[in-house]
């Protein structure tokens, strides 16, 4: 996997689950998910805030060991209080 590429599972409220995978292309986020390994990754186009706060706790630790810019953290929290103005962010 890519170094710009960050993923992990989740469990949907109807106990489905969902692998999900984030490319960074350029200064944009691009999300993707599949239910089974074989699956085609199939785009998600408004990803939920769940998503959102696992992509900026990964950035984070990718921040700790270099990985990342300090600065992709500051423009990700901008980006979510864009789309979710009553999410409560530090």
Request: aromatic share 10%.
């Amino acid at each position: 996997m890519a170094k710009a590429e960050i993923s992990w599972k989740r469990t949907t409220a109807d106990g489905t689950t969902l692998q999900v995978y984030v490319r960074h292309v350029g200064r944009d986020w691009r999300f993707f998910a599949r239910q089974r390994r074989f699956d085609l990754w199939q785009p998600v186009e408004e990803p939920p805030l769940e998503d959102w706060l696992e992509l900026l706790d990964a950035v984070q630790r990718r921040i700790n060991r270099r990985l990342l810019r300090p600065e992709e953290e500051a423009r990700m929290k901008q980006q979510i209080r864009e789309r979710f103005p009553d999410a409560a962010i530090e």
